[in-house]
């Protein structure tokens, strides 16, 4: 088993308690709304949301991906922070045994916030991941995160 480990970070205008609750905390009432064409649903399968839940996002029809199943490891509003293991789905197929990510969001000089994401992937034996692979998870990550950006700026009294 080998486990690559990559960072990223993004920013914001939008402040980080708003998009840590609007992206995190209610991620399964708003981004199926918010994005229906790429997510049915997201489903709390055990637990309350937070620590020690898990959640499965069923993708929308013609997706490449049917379902994914990830346990909430931490889910911690004062520090802002988040972290989950993805544990079943087609996104890890035969080549990974899961991918854990760690998410931290911190106020940026201009009122906005910085995301920062640590994400681990632990592959099956000797497979090597591919960075196409890696790079179309994230473009769907961003892609989630930017929708919810554009639905906190247009409505800047949700998720005060």
Same mark, same amino acid.
């Given at each position: 088993?080998? !486990?690559?480990?990559?960072?990223?970070?993004?920013?914001?205008?939008?402040?980080?308690?708003?998009? $840590?609750?609007?992206?995190?905390?209610?991620?399964?009432?708003? %981004?199926?709304?918010?994005?229906? &064409?790429? %997510?049915?649903? *997201?489903? *709390?399968? &055990?637990?309350?949301?937070?620590?020690?839940?898990? #959640? &499965?996002?069923?993708?929308? /029809?013609?997706?490449?991906?049917?379902?994914?199943?990830?346990?909430?490891?931490?889910?911690?509003?004062?520090?802002?922070?988040?972290?989950?293991?993805?544990?079943?789905?087609?996104?890890?197929?035969?080549?990974? /045994?899961? %991918?854990?990510?760690?998410?931290?969001?911190?106020?940026?000089?201009?009122?906005?916030? *910085?995301? #920062?994401?640590?994400?681990?992937?632990?592959?099956?034996?000797? $497979?090597?991941? #591919?960075?196409? /692979?890696?790079?179309?998870? #994230?473009?769907?990550?961003?892609?989630?995160?930017?929708? !919810?950006?554009?639905?906190?700026?247009?409505?800047?009294?949700?998720?005060?």
């Amino acid at each position: 088993m080998g !486990v690559t480990t990559l960072t990223d970070e993004y920013t914001s205008p939008v402040a980080p308690s708003r998009i $840590f609750k609007a992206s995190i905390v209610d991620s399964h009432n708003l %981004i199926p709304k918010l994005l229906p &064409q790429a %997510i049915k649903s *997201i489903e *709390i399968t &055990q637990g309350d949301g937070g620590a020690g839940s898990i #959640k &499965q996002i069923n993708f929308a /029809e013609g997706s490449p991906l049917k379902c994914v199943k990830y346990l909430v490891d931490e889910l911690n509003e004062k520090t802002l922070t988040y972290s989950y293991t993805l544990v079943e789905g087609d996104a890890l197929a035969e080549k990974l /045994e899961k %991918i854990s990510y760690e998410v931290k969001f911190e106020q940026s000089g201009d009122g906005g916030s *910085i995301s #920062k994401v640590t994400s681990k992937y632990f592959t099956v034996g000797d $497979f090597a991941l #591919k960075e196409d /692979e890696v790079k179309a998870g #994230k473009e769907r990550v961003l892609g989630m995160y930017k929708a !919810v950006e554009a639905f906190l700026i247009q409505n800047p009294d949700a998720y005060v």
